[in-house]
């Protein structure tokens, strides 16, 4: 019963005509591209309609009442994974979305951070073992973070203590993608000012947010990336219903007031992000994740010399000769697991 | 704002204004508590609430106990607004545990806040779990008393309770609406949610419990029911005339003071290390002194010996020597 792919009328839409040139067009034919994306935000602001609404089906079902006896308590942090498979304009993808459910919810999370940053570290440390087997899995299947949507509540003034220590610790690590979860609760001028309140904030604590225009080589697409990022904090509101009209049938929210059109831009950025993350520039998150998180890492855990190579790899570095000898038998652990 | 932020306190920030109604004068003081539930840690976040509570009564307690009590200055809280974020689901542990400290001082009021952004449906659903929880967790709200001496008010006072907890919608500007009214709302692309319409949140039952019909109960109740807790439980406890035990068990504060003593005694130790040295090189000194004293002392006393064998045997030939 989903609706057709909403209509894109953005600017975006010529340059989804002239496919870039990348070698995950060709893989994504026959496979289906690999792509991770996890979710974080306190509960309440939207995360798993967020979803629903941007795959066009429900994907997480709606969670039951929670127990009132275990209020007092907060549920500790964890990781639901959900697997889609999705067609965009010819590209297969093989979308696994992470649910980070009980973040920021407790009286004290500072411990919120760490697992989230053990999380992904994981993921990452699983791909470091994998390269440097000598017989390498070919079903192998990715599992590092693409992208992180952080879930901004709509306070109106400006970024919280929670916020700031958040993208600043796991900005390295992902790229982040900050959102307003349920932009319906503001005004249009609230809205615009609660943009730039965010934004300055960002400058003014120089917080590791996913940069769009990174790769300065492309200069035509450098221009619509600098109008992409006038939009950051992108706005969503979530759909909850879906009206059939005599045309098409148009994806909604409705109060006594009036009624929300999910898919208009003029309303909110939803359409704007679906786009972002889906088509325009899934290679580039892809891309930056692989050739820049994850060397940075791996030279990091590399120097340290918490990892022995054995024969794998061509490319160490000039520390990881001490490395392969301080640690030739845990290799050889490591191999054999 | 930005050093704000990173302070790691909740701020008390006291407002007065002067209501007139119908001849009817109120001196009405607001006190807000910026900061309240926005760090990454906010355990005991609501003590600076509860200890602000306490410390009204407090000072009333002392002002009637002084031999004139004429001019009372009473700022006792009266009701409380506890402000819910509508995540939709449930009452957060920390609404749990700063509802309950509050409540067993102070007349709680437990408010939903922002509800334009909750459908009619899950703003139902949403009430009914947060009074599910209430009631669960066993956390103390004002209950407007019910029966009165006409049906009418009867009738008021039980649509009021069963729309608790109130749903607002806050704003102070006034739009208009599509079809030309001017009302206070909030102006969205999709239309106008308008404060006092009763379609749209219980601003209006809010209002009318706190000020009109309510207020009398409300003050009534702090004096006789919460006022009346406290001044037993310190009475208890205390002799008359004796000053509150002030207790000091904030965490925050207790990590600064454990730092500064910590300083303290290094700076102490410090200090003393060098009055020790100090010492021992006074002593090795004086001993050096005494030795050379000595040193000199058996020099003279040797030849003092030498003079006295030269006198007693030089006798004979003393003649000689003495030339």
Redesign the interface.
């Known amino acids: 019963m989903a609706p057709s792919a909403p209509s894109i009328t953005s600017t975006m839409s010529t340059r989804a005509t002239t496919p870039r040139p990348s070698s995950y067009r060709y893989k994504s034919e026959k496979r289906g591209m690999t792509y991770n994306i996890m979710l974080v935000g306190q509960s309440g602001l939207g995360r798993r309609t967020f979803l629903n609404t941007l795959c066009e089906r429900e994907v997480i079902p709606a969670s039951e009442a929670p127990n009132p006896d275990t209020a007092n308590v907060a549920d500790p942090m964890r990781f639901d994974t959900y697997e889609v498979k999705l067609e965009e304009e010819g590209t297969h993808i093989s979308l696994s979305v992470i649910d980070a459910a009980g973040f920021g919810d407790g009286l004290d999370n500072t411990s919120c951070f760490k697992q989230l940053q053990d999380y992904i570290e994981a993921q990452f440390d699983e791909v470091l073992v994998e390269e440097s087997r000598i017989k390498r899995n070919r079903r192998y299947r990715d599992h590092r973070l693409h992208v992180l949507i952080y879930f901004i509540p709509p306070t109106g003034h400006s970024l919280r203590e929670l916020d700031i220590e958040l993208i600043r610790r796991l900005g390295e690590y992902v790229n982040i993608i900050p959102v307003i979860g349920r932009a319906d609760s503001l005004t249009v001028d609230e809205l615009q000012t609660f943009k730039r309140n965010v934004m300055r904030d960002i400058d003014f604590y120089k917080l590791p947010v996913y940069n769009f225009c990174w790769d300065e080589s492309d200069s035509d697409a450098l221009k619509e990336n600098r109008d992409i990022m006038d939009f950051i904090p992108f706005s969503v509101v979530t759909c909850d219903e879906v009206l059939d009209n005599d045309y098409d049938s148009v994806r909604v929210r409705r109060y006594p007031w009036g009624t929300i059109e999910i898919d208009d831009d003029s309303q909110c950025d939803f359409v704007l992000l679906r786009y972002i993350l889906l088509n325009s520039h899934i290679a580039d998150l892809i891309n930056y994740t692989e050739d820049v998180l994850y060397e940075n890492y791996r030279t990091k855990k590399l120097e340290v010399g918490g990892f022995g190579e054995g024969e794998g790899e061509g490319e160490a570095d000039e520390d990881d000769d001490e490395a392969d000898e301080d640690e030739p038998s845990s290799a050889s652990a490591k191999k054999q697991a | ?2 050093k704000k ?2 302070d790691k306190t909740v701020d008390i920030n006291i407002h007065k204004a002067e209501l007139e109604e119908k001849m009817f004068s109120v001196k009405l003081n607001v006190v807000d508590t910026p900061g309240f539930g ?6 005991d976040c609501w003590l600076p609430v509860v200890d602000f509570i306490e410390n009204q009564y407090e000072q009333y307690l002392r002002q009637e106990q002084q031999p004139v009590r004429k001019g009372v200055v009473d700022m006792r809280v009266h009701a409380c607004l506890y402000f819910i ?10 609404d ?2 700063a509802m309950k400290a509050i409540g067993a001082r102070v007349n709680l009021i437990p408010i939903i806040a ?1 509800a ?2 909750l ?2 449906a899950a703003l139902r659903q949403f009430k009914k ?1 947060v009074m ?2 209430i ?3 066993s956390i103390r709200i004002y209950q407007p008393p019910v029966d009165s001496e006409d049906e009418h008010s009867s009738q008021r006072n039980r649509e009021i309770i069963s729309a608790m907890p109130f749903a607002i919608i806050g704003s102070d500007r006034e739009v208009k609406t599509e079809d030309g009214r001017h009302v206070k709302g ?9 404060v006092e319409n009763d ?2 949140c219980d601003f209006k039952k809010l209002r009318s419990l706190l000020i009109r019909t309510h207020m009398l109960d409300l003050i009534s109740t702090t004096e006789e029911v919460h006022y009346d807790k406290y001044r037993t439980t310190q009475m208890k406890t205390r002799k008359f005339g004796e000053p509150k035990l002030k207790k000091n068990d904030n965490k925050k504060f207790r990590d600064e003071e454990e730092a500064l003593r910590a300083r303290f005694t290094e700076k102490v130790k410090l200090e003393e290390n060098r009055f020790r040295q100090w010492e021992q090189r006074l002593i090795a000194e004086r001993d050096r002194l005494n030795k050379d004293l000595e040193q000199e002392h058996n020099l003279v006393k040797q030849l003092e010996s030498e003079i006295e064998a030269i006198s007693n045997s030089g006798s004979p030939n003393g003649k000689f020597f003495r030339k």
Not at chain 2, 85 to 94: E, F
């Open positions: 704002r930005r932020q990173l926005d760090f990454v840690d906010n355990n974020r509508p995540n939709g689901h449930t009452l957060k542990p920390l749990v545990r922002k334009d952004t459908s009619p779990r599910d929880v009631d669960a967790q909030r102006l969205y692309p999709w239309g106008v949610a308008e379609q749209h």
